[in-house]
Structures are given as structure tokens and as C-alpha cells.
């Protein structure tokens, strides 16, 4: 168990290592975009159909809450909302040319940031955590299909 839990602490050094490394990138991105309506941006661009009450969901928050960063998005220029074709009474929200411009551009600082890091390790370690990574990936996918991964 004593390397399982050096393990753990390992990983959780790495995550916090790897967000400070995408928080550079994003905090030198211009506009720069709060997080939570960054997240707003993120979700509405995963998802084909968003509406206020799955953006809601999505970030945990009240309706009218997301409907603030919506309005705040809205107003900058990077969101829009649209009566669902499908039923009227449905808001559809999409993310205007600007937001995909700059979701396109946080990736690509994200990587670049990322990349710098990576040239600093010896290519057999990025091997290596490649490996792992994706090893990494199947178990808690795994976990989580099987319903074993609990809530912290």
C-alpha cells in the first residue's frame, strides 16, 4: 500500500505541474476568457446540441446561473442563442467564429506549452509516459464503466 500511496502523490505532483502548464498558456491567450466562461465555451463546443438546462447540468449550477455566462459570452461576442429548429421553446447555444477561433488557439498554446516540456525529457521517458498514460486512461475508463470509481 506505502507504494501505491507514493504513486498517488507522484501523479497528483505531475496534475499539478501539467495545470500550471495550461494555465500559462491560457492565462497569456488574448481575450483572455475567465475559466468558468472558458468551460462554457468548452462544453457548448463538445456537445452538438446544447441548451440552457445542459449547460446547467453540465457545470453543476442553477439555470440561471449558466444563463449569466451565457449573457457575459454573449455580449463578447462568442456565444449565440438560437430558437431549436426542432422546437421553438428550446434556446440552442452556439459558439460564434470568435470562440472557435480562440478554443483553436488555447489548443495550440496548450500544445505548444506541453511540447516545450516534453523536449526536456529523454525521448525513452515520453515513451514511457505515453505507455502509461494510456494504460492510465483504459483503467479509469474501465472503473468508471464498471461503476467502481467513487466520488471524493
Same mark, same amino acid.
Given at each position: 500500500?506505502?507504494?501505491?500511496?507514493?504513486?498517488?502523490?507522484?501523479?497528483?505532483?505531475?496534475?499539478?505541474?501539467?495545470?500550471?502548464?495550461?494555465?500559462?498558456?491560457?492565462?497569456?491567450?488574448?481575450?483572455? =476568457?475567465?475559466?468558468?466562461?472558458?468551460?462554457?465555451?468548452?462544453?457548448?463546443?463538445?456537445?452538438?446540441?446544447?441548451?440552457?438546462?445542459?449547460?446547467?447540468?453540465?457545470?453543476?449550477? =442553477?439555470?440561471?446561473?449558466?444563463?449569466?455566462?451565457?449573457?457575459?459570452?454573449?455580449?463578447?461576442?462568442?456565444?449565440?442563442?438560437?430558437?431549436?429548429?426542432?422546437?421553438?421553446?428550446?434556446?440552442?447555444?452556439?459558439?460564434?467564429?470568435?470562440?472557435?477561433?480562440?478554443?483553436?488557439?488555447?489548443?495550440?498554446?496548450?500544445?505548444?506549452?506541453?511540447?516545450? =516540456?516534453?523536449?526536456?525529457?529523454?525521448?525513452?521517458?515520453?515513451?514511457?509516459?505515453?505507455?502509461?498514460?494510456?494504460?492510465?486512461?483504459?483503467?479509469?475508463?474501465?472503473?468508471?464503466?464498471?461503476?467502481?470509481?467513487?466520488?471524493?
Amino acid at each position: 500500500m506505502e507504494r501505491a500511496n507514493e504513486l498517488a502523490a507522484a501523479i497528483e505532483s505531475s496534475v499539478e505541474a501539467l495545470t500550471a502548464v495550461l494555465d500559462r498558456a491560457r492565462l497569456a491567450q488574448t481575450p483572455m =476568457v475567465p475559466p468558468a466562461q472558458l468551460r462554457v465555451l468548452t462544453i457548448v463546443a463538445g456537445t452538438r446540441h446544447t441548451n440552457m438546462s445542459r449547460l446547467a447540468e453540465a457545470l453543476d449550477v =442553477v439555470p440561471s446561473s449558466a444563463s449569466r455566462l451565457c449573457d457575459r459570452l454573449e455580449a463578447t461576442g462568442l456565444l449565440r442563442r438560437v430558437a431549436d429548429p426542432r422546437d421553438r421553446r428550446e434556446v440552442r447555444l452556439l459558439l460564434t467564429p470568435a470562440a472557435r477561433r480562440l478554443l483553436a488557439d488555447l489548443r495550440d498554446r496548450r500544445r505548444q506549452a506541453l511540447g516545450e =516540456v516534453l523536449d526536456r525529457m529523454p525521448p525513452a521517458a515520453r515513451a514511457d509516459l505515453l505507455k502509461a498514460l494510456q494504460s492510465f486512461g483504459e483503467a479509469a475508463n474501465a472503473a468508471e464503466a464498471d461503476g467502481s470509481l467513487k466520488s471524493a
